[in-house]
């Protein structure tokens, strides 16, 4: 597969997703998922 769905797991209905990206590593071919999150 060349694509991955990663994902986030709350019960927090509250929290929502401000930001995601998801950057490019020099030694990898794995990707990092960063997310920042909100609470409403």
Do not use: E, F, G, Y
């Not at 994902?7 to 995601?20: G, P």
């Amino acid at each position: 597969p060349n694509r991955q769905l990663d994902h986030i797991l709350t019960d927090d209905r509250r929290l929502r997703c401000a930001a995601v990206q998801a950057d490019l590593m020099p030694i990898s071919d794995h990707r990092p998922l960063v997310v920042d999150l909100q609470r409403v």
